[in-house]
C-alpha cells in the first residue's frame, strides 16, 4: 500500500495495479469492508479509505497479524482515535476470511 497523495501516477509502470477502496469490491464483500460495518469502526471516515487500504495489503500479506504487526503497518493517523476499533475490525476481517462468524 502507498499513499496516492505522494506517488505521482506517472511514476508507475505498466505492470503495476492502481487499486483504490471503489475496486477493493464492488458491493462491499471484502473482509474488511465487512469488519468495518459490523465493528462500526469509522468515527468520521477521513481517514478510513487510507486504513481500510492499508489493513487489506497488510492482510494480504500476513493473513493473521498480531496487534504489533497491525501496530507497525497502519500508520495512516486517525484523528479521532478509532486504533482499538481498527485493530478490532483488521482481527475480524481475519475471522471471516477463514469463514468464521462472531
Given at each position: 500500500a502507498v499513499r496516492a497523495c505522494v506517488?505521482?501516477?506517472g511514476s508507475l509502470?505498466?505492470?503495476q495495479n492502481i487499486?483504490?477502496?471503489e475496486g477493493l469490491s464492488a458491493d462491499g464483500s471484502h473482509p474488511v469492508q465487512q469488519?468495518?460495518?459490523?465493528h462500526q469502526v469509522a468515527q468520521c471516515g477521513y481517514c478510513?479509505?487510507?486504513?481500510?487500504m492499508?489493513?487489506?495489503a497488510l492482510l494480504k500479506d500476513n493473513p493473521n497479524p498480531s496487534d504489533a504487526d497491525i501496530d507497525a503497518k497502519v500508520t495512516n493517523i486517525c484523528r479521532?482515535?478509532?486504533f482499538n476499533r481498527v485493530r478490532r475490525g483488521i482481527h475480524r476481517?481475519?475471522?471471516?476470511?477463514k469463514g468464521g462468524r462472531s
Open positions: 506517488v505521482p501516477v509502470t505498466e505492470a487499486v483504490t477502496i469488519a468495518w460495518i459490523e478510513q479509505p487510507g486504513i481500510i492499508t489493513a487489506a479521532c482515535g478509532t476481517a481475519v475471522e471471516i476470511e
